[in-house]
């Protein structure tokens, strides 16, 4: 068996008859305004269960779990798996779908107000590692991501289906067009690798862009030294301000008053910084550089 392949049931939810079943059945209508697109393509499923490593000593946080697809190709592999659902109309149906499965927990709530620390340390007990794996309601990707990343959750990997454009940037490298405030975001945090880019077909409702599952492993230490990383995302957004102007007119931009224009251009020479580039050329060591110079020269009062 291919380790991409999922040990199939003939009843698994993800088959486009079956989840239009469960839909008939409950007379369940889909939200847009929840980002509710279920998935209904095994080999897709397969692709994501396998990419986040998971096993009988680790757990899964799934978030959204709509009508279970996902959930239960899940628990089919890990030791235990935490599932988080808004829409209150979908708890007695994964009560059905998911009732077998004694090792799956459903949590009604919205999980960017969860307490995702809380629930990692008590609801994975034994478990050696704990990985976030959905297909995200596209509404709120970023903010969700930034929220896993920005908590410093004890995650190992994040593994999730996005719009392939949103996957583009977290993944892009410097000098290219996608790449940009999110990609260092992200870069900081984890090392990005896309898995595989998804057709529109394997949704119901079909959404209307690309989608992309893209895996995010978490980095032990941060990839360069950043002396006060609120201030590192400031620069960087800073030379991001407007993608058209040079780095040194982003600057005075952002910190007007602070230096005048030869002053910031000796900074950034000082820093082995072309004054003249762009800040989508710029590597993360090159802003991680800047931002801890910056920090030592001296506010106007
Ligand atoms: N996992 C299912 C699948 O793959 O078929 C459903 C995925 S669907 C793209 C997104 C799910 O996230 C929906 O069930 C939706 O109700 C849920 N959702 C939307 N916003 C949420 C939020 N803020 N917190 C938790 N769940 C949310």
């Not at 291919?2 to 088959?15: F, P, V």
């Not at 709530?109 to 620390?117: C, P």
């Not at 908590?151 to 454009?165: G, N, Y």
């Not at 090392?191 to 599952?213: C, G, L, M, R, W």
Request: glycine share 6%; aromatic share 6%; charged share 25%.
């Amino acid at each position: 068996m291919n380790s991409n392949e999922l040990t199939r049931t003939g009843k698994d939810i993800a088959t486009p008859v079956r989840t239009k079943e469960i839909i008939n059945k409950y007379g369940f209508s889909l939200k847009k305004s929840l980002g509710q697109n279920f998935l209904i393509d095994l080999n897709i499923l397969g692709k994501i269960v396998s990419a986040a490593g998971l096993d009988a000593s680790r757990g899964a946080l799934e978030i959204g779990p709509g009508i279970g697809a996902l959930t239960e190709q899940l628990a089919k592999t890990a030791g235990k798996v935490v599932a988080v659902e808004i829409d209150q109309r979908l708890l007695p149906i994964l009560g059905e779908t998911l009732g077998g499965y004694s090792h799956v927990e459903v949590i009604h709530g919205d999980v960017l107000k969860l307490d995702l620390k809380e629930i990692l340390a008590t609801r994975f007990p034994r478990c050696e590692g704990i990985s976030v794996v959905a297909n995200l309601p596209y509404y709120v990707t970023t903010p969700i991501i930034m929220k896993l990343l920005e908590e410093r959750l004890p995650l190992e990997h994040i593994v999730v289906m996005i719009q392939k454009e949103v996957a583009d940037r977290m993944a892009a490298k410097p000098g290219t067009k996608d790449y940009g405030s999110l990609s260092i975001a992200v870069q900081y945090y984890c090392e990005p690798a896309v898995v595989t880019i998804v057709p529109k077909t394997v949704f119901i409702p079909q959404p209307n862009v690309d989608s992309a599952v893209i895996r995010l492993s978490l980095r032990k230490e941060p990839p360069v030294p950043v002396e006060d990383e609120g201030h590192f995302f400031e620069v960087v957004q800073a030379a991001f301000g407007q993608r058209r102007k040079t780095l040194v007119n982003n600057l005075m931009n952002r910190y007007p008053g602070r230096m005048a224009r030869p002053e910031w251009e000796a900074l950034l020479l000082d820093n082995a910084i072309e004054p003249q580039r762009r800040g989508e050329t710029l590597s993360m060591e090159e802003f991680a550089r800047l931002s801890n110079a910056l920090l030592r020269t001296k506010c106007p009062d």
